[in-house]
């Protein structure tokens, strides 16, 4: 028979300052049921660590609620040993549910309203709970949540108490809530996003049939991308050469060495702060690999130690583990790091921000001022690919689906072209073969 559920309750809106509705949410069988419990209390009344209510003297009702929740979750146990352990499919659990709750009347001072359907601003917080019981990701769920509470801040600033329902929302809700980002001068890509999560919390509410609204569907959605971009921030063979021989001591020398295992291993902050010697393994003709299953796709990947000549010493100095450190602490201390190497070539920093239309704005800073972990990956790819590996065989190592997102990511191409056609009109030269303008096409005007 299979493991018994254990079910659970949890408050639509746990941090109101009113009374909300109690779900039950069962997962069982690869199936998760959410039911509301037709009980509502206040939050203050609540204990999330029982998922029950706190029993006071003089509060028969919050006794009676406990009580009536004890009740409904041995009755899903029984739903669940009646059926023999097999999958019972969710409308029938339901409808079972609904039997014990009409044979079971429940004091009239603790009905809730007749319309159960959560708001939308409800359902936020009811969808983020779900996905933490469900163990999504951290990663994952801290998106929606992050981007769960602009939306509840978008709809205090915009509509007030009133707030704002599933079918408010199409393109002139768009609109206000694009104007709204743009005064919070949000960037471009947080800006989409909080589009795209929008969009994704309303079809998860339609799917669970809360609404059939679809006028938020349709292309269009997102702010576009102008083409403008900045220089790419990356760490040349010989800059990462130059900190590996370096002598430094104390917290400067743990950053260093952390960079250059991520510089030279390709993989995520996530991935490559956490290497143990578990990570390591040497084959049967004497090649030490590293051998991780990405944190955030789940995709595996080799990659050989011996590319770089300093990675190496790198990491036996550190018995082949990475030195603990948060990212925050790396970040500015990569940046103390680059600035000590003399890493002051100003670059070119385009941003775009957040509106009806994209708005560009350029600026020049010193590389050291623009370094974060994620250079690391990014330096680890464009250097093999400027040492003459192919996106075929950079792929495996840093786990890219297809070729053109790695050269997209690597954002190369453009500069290696501009550098191909100098270097030959300096061979020509040498050569004395050069003719200027010989290889430009001529327009008329």
């Known amino acids: 028979m299979a493991k ?96 014990r709750n009409e044979k079971n009347s429940t004091p009239e001072s603790l009905k809730s309203d007749p319309d159960t359907r959560s708001t939308f601003l409800e359902f936020l917080d009811i969808e983020v709970a779900e996905m933490k019981a469900a163990k999504m990701k951290r990663g994952s769920w801290k998106v929606f949540e992050l981007h769960a509470g602009r939306l509840k801040k978008f709809a205090a600033d915009v509509y007030g108490t009133r707030g704002f329902t599933y079918e408010d929302v199409d393109w002139n809700f768009r609109l206000k809530l694009i104007d709204w980002l743009a005064k919070q001068n949000t960037q471009l890509a947080y800006g989409n996003k909080t589009l795209k999560v929008l969009r994704q919390f309303l079809e998860r509410a339609r799917r669970k049939k809360l609404h059939s609204h679809t006028d938020y569907l349709g292309e269009g959605w997102v702010v576009s991308k102008k083409k403008a971009e900045g220089q790419l921030v990356t760490l040349s063979n010989d800059e990462l050469g130059i900190l590996a021989e370096i002598k430094l001591a104390g917290f400067l020398a743990k950053v260093r060495d952390i960079c250059l295992i991520g510089a030279g291993t390709g993989q995520r902050w996530s991935d490559f702060s956490r290497y143990s010697q578990d990570h390591f393994y040497r084959t049967l003709k004497g090649v030490t690999i590293l051998s991780v299953i990405s944190t955030k796709t789940d995709t595996p990947v080799k990659v050989p130690v011996n590319l770089f000549p300093w990675l190496i010493p790198v990491l036996e100095r550190n018995d082949y583990a990475t030195p603990k450190m948060s990212m925050q602490k790396f970040n500015d201390g990569l940046k103390q790091l680059c600035e000590l190497a003399g890493f002051d070539e100003r670059l070119l920093v385009v941003e775009q921000y957040f509106g009806r239309k994209a708005t560009v704005k350029k600026s020049f800073a010193p590389k050291y001022e623009l370094v974060s972990s994620h250079i690391c990956r990014r330096s680890f790819a464009t250097n093999l690919y400027r040492m003459g590996y192919s996106l075929a065989q950079i792929m495996p190592m840093t786990g890219h ?4 997102q790695l050269r997209k990511y690597i954002g190369i191409d453009g500069e290696m072209n501009a550098e191909e056609i100098a270097l030959q009109i300096m061979q020509q030269k040498q050569a004395g073969t050069y003719q200027y303008g010989s290889g430009l096409r001529i327009v008329n005007g």
């Open 4 to 99: 018994l559920p254990k079910p659970k309750f949890y408050l639509r809106l746990p941090n109101g300052d009113s009374e909300t509705l109690i779900s039950l949410m069962v997962s069982y069988c690869g199936k998760r049921l959410v039911y509301s419990t037709g009980y509502s209390i206040h939050p203050q009344d609540w204990d999330a660590k029982t998922q029950r209510p706190i029993i006071q003297t003089g509060r028969a009702d919050l006794f009676e609620i406990r009580r009536q929740l004890d009740e409904l979750a041995t009755h899903c146990l029984n739903i669940f040993i009646e059926a023999g352990g097999i999958a019972v499919s969710l409308k029938d659990f339901r409808e079972r549910l609904d039997l």
């Open 401 to 404: 689906a297809t070729e053109s």
